[in-house]
């Protein structure tokens, strides 16, 4: 299973390096990033069945902050519940930068999802994962590519207005969806920058995959 980074933002390479065995990390500024066949093929199988998505609101959130995105979601797919707040995990945590490994938390997550069942994370502290030579990145989202977990974070968008379209991002990638070249469309790369102001829907082609899905677009 493959993994899709975005929103990445560079803060230095530090003298160490982390070990991710079984999977591969794409980097934002990927455009044509490798998916796994196997894994494509048993998504297309369940594609008709019902999907739950359950957001996690995890570490620092408020209330305003979680009935949002549980509202935002509602518009999108049928079956969302919001599960209770927990404290993020202290595996996950990165004492060095004070901040947690978005990759340990999607894994993290990713083990306790049943079978049709999606947990998207959601957190205002800091995440990061692997990019590159570098072993540590700040990121605003992450992502299994398809899969059963994403984590976004509001920590770094210049507008926190715009924190859904990350949520959404991350979610159609576990949908299955790659990156668009449609600088309008949530599932556009960000390149290693902020372009959630420019996004304004998903494009045409992005809506029918994701309507074959079972999305109300």
Same mark, same amino acid.
């Given at each position: 299973?493959?993994? +899709? ?42 594609? +008709? +069945? ?10 620092? $959130? @408020? ?10 979601? =509602? ?40 079978? @049709? ?11 990061? $994962?692997? =990019?590159? @030579? ?13 899969? +059963? ?11 926190? =207005? ?11 990638? $576990? ?7 449609? =600088? ?6 960000? /390149? ?11 494009? /045409? ?13």
């Amino acid at each position: 299973m493959h993994i +899709q980074i975005d929103y990445f933002f560079r803060f230095g390479i530090m003298n160490y390096r982390f070990l991710i065995p079984f999977i591969f990390l794409f980097i934002a500024a990927c455009t044509n990033p490798i998916v796994n066949k196997k894994n494509l093929a048993a998504l297309k199988k369940k594609e +008709q +069945q019902e999907v739950t998505v359950k957001i996690l609101p995890l570490g620092k $959130t @408020n209330e305003k902050f979680t009935k949002e995105v549980f509202e935002d979601l =509602k518009k999108f797919v049928d079956n969302v519940v919001l599960l209770p707040h927990e404290e993020m995990p202290r595996s996950a945590y990165y004492s060095p930068r004070k901040r947690y490994r978005a990759d340990t938390l999607i894994h993290w997550m990713s083990n306790r999802a049943k079978e @049709n069942e999606v947990f998207v994370g959601i957190t205002m502290q800091d995440i990061s $994962t692997t =990019k590159g @030579n570098n072993p540590d990145y700040g990121v605003m989202g992450l992502g299994f590519q398809p899969g +059963q977990a994403c984590v976004a974070s509001s920590f770094r968008l210049r507008d926190k =207005k715009n924190f859904f379209k990350v949520v959404i991002h991350e979610l159609g990638h $576990t949908a299955g969806l790659p990156h668009c070249p449609d =600088k309008t469309c949530y599932m556009q790369d960000a /390149e290693g920058g902020d372009p959630t102001g420019q996004e304004i829907d998903f494009c /045409e082609k992005c809506k029918g995959y994701l309507r074959e899905r079972g999305w109300k677009l």
